[in-house]
Each structure stands twice: as structure tokens, then as C-alpha cells.
């Protein structure tokens, strides 16, 4: 579930998932890419953002979801 264009460090947004290197949080790409932001004006507004940095993004959520345990209650 890594990547190595993701990173945590605590000295950046708290530990917040970022893009490597910026300060960029991996929360606030998803959120514009949920509202409709597209790849370029993602890049456009991010000049140190690239279609990859995007990908990996993606990549990282849907590791996440992938990997997300799911408690159900009891049926009785």
C-alpha cells in the first residue's frame, strides 16, 4: 500500500499523507478530483504536481479502501 510518491511525515500537515516533497495533502486531490476538478486544472494549480503524483494518489485510496476491514453487526 506504499508508494514512493506518497509520504508521512510529522512535520507536514501533522503526518497527513502528502505528495512527496510538497505539502500538497493526498485528501485535498481527492476532494477536487470528487468535485469535479480535472487533471489539468489540478496541474495548472499545482505547478510541482504531476499526472503521476495524480496517479499515485488514486492508487494510495484505493489501497486503502481495498484494504479496509468492514465490522458488521451480528444478525441475531
Known sequence: MT???IE???AVLHGKPVVR???IPVEGILRKLSEGTTEADLL???P???RDDIHAVL???ADLVAHELIVLPNAG
Do not use: E, I, Q
Request: hydrophobic share 30%.
Open 21 to 23: 516533497g510538497t505539502r
Open 8 to 10: 508521512f511525515n510529522p
Open 3 to 5: 508508494t514512493d510518491r
Open 59 to 61: 492508487r494510495y485510496a
Open 48 to 50: 510541482r504536481l504531476t
Open 44 to 46: 495548472a494549480a499545482y
